[in-house]
């Protein structure tokens, strides 16, 4: 259902999280998940601490891009961070569609820090009957 373009996932994240936030011109990876139900060809992204409003979802063809910013709290002058771990800055991922999924009926929900989205699987791409004929009647061969 998606095409698979980071072959050094790992050595990528490894990168990131040495060369520090990303920026709009060099976002981080955004994790995910991705598992087909029913169907549906469902996506959650991982993205704890980021308004709704700071998401961006575009699509343009067969490529779907999920883009978001996770931005510092508001201190007080007089708060001094001790640790800050947690990761700021722009975070993006982009994912190739196989051309099974409808694509113009996306349903995109957030909920506790994780986005999912569900696109249902194109009709075409479904499993159906088709029927073979012959010369002495129809027999339905199931597929």
């Not at 990168?15 to 060809?41: E, H, K, V």
């Not at 996506?43 to 931005?71: H, S, Y």
């Not at 771990?85 to 009926?105: C, K, M, N, Y």
């Amino acid at each position: 259902m998606l095409m698979r373009t980071a072959s050094f996932r790992e050595l990528d994240r490894l990168a990131q999280q040495l060369t520090g936030p990303g920026t709009w011109t060099r976002p981080s990876a955004i994790p995910m998940d991705a598992y087909r139900q029913d169907d549906q060809f469902v996506m959650a992204f991982d993205l704890p601490g980021v308004t709704a409003d700071a998401i961006d979802i575009d699509i343009e063809r067969n490529t779907l891009t999920v883009k978001a910013e996770r931005r510092p709290t508001a201190q007080a002058d007089d708060v001094r961070t001790e640790l800050s771990e947690r990761p700021l800055g722009v975070f993006s991922r982009q994912i190739v569609l196989a051309d099974t999924l409808d694509t113009e009926h996306i349903q995109a929900d957030y909920d506790a820090g994780v986005l999912t989205l569900r696109i249902p699987i194109a009709e075409r791409a479904k499993a159906r009957k088709i029927s073979i004929g012959t010369g002495s009647g129809r027999k339905e061969v199931s597929g």
